[in-house]
């Protein structure tokens, strides 16, 4: 259900990016989506999955998956925005990956320490 939880926050925030009008908040939603709402996303059900034994191996896959969301929330939102916009191809952010990652790690990393 945790990583159900972060799919359904994930699919929301590229939702609201792409229906509402942003034209003059794109710093607002920058900030809480990507600084805000998908790191205290991934904070908690890292924790969440951390605690959990019967996630036993399976659960440090979920990191990189947690890091793989937090690169394709930008790439699905400003990149492709980009992309539209300038008619080129963008790439994706690794250092986008590796941050999302370390959210996930370090969280779930203190969880199965307690």
Do not use: Q
């Not at 008619?87 to 320490?113: K, T, Y």
Request: aromatic share 14%; glycine share 6%.
């Amino acid at each position: 259900m945790p990583v159900l939880a972060h799919l359904i926050v994930w699919a929301i925030l590229i939702l609201i990016f792409w229906v509402t009008p942003l034209y003059d908040d794109g710093i607002g939603y920058s900030v809480l989506a990507l600084y805000v709402v998908m790191p205290v996303s991934t904070i908690i059900t890292s924790l969440l999955i951390g605690r959990n034994e019967e996630w036993k191996r399976k659960k440090w896959a979920i990191c990189v998956l947690y890091g793989a969301l937090f690169m394709l929330l930008e790439y699905f939102t400003f990149s492709l925005a980009n992309m539209f916009a300038a008619s080129r191809l963008n790439a994706p952010e690794p250092i986008l990956l590796m941050i999302g990652f370390a959210f996930s790690i370090v969280a779930m990393g203190i969880a199965a320490l307690t």
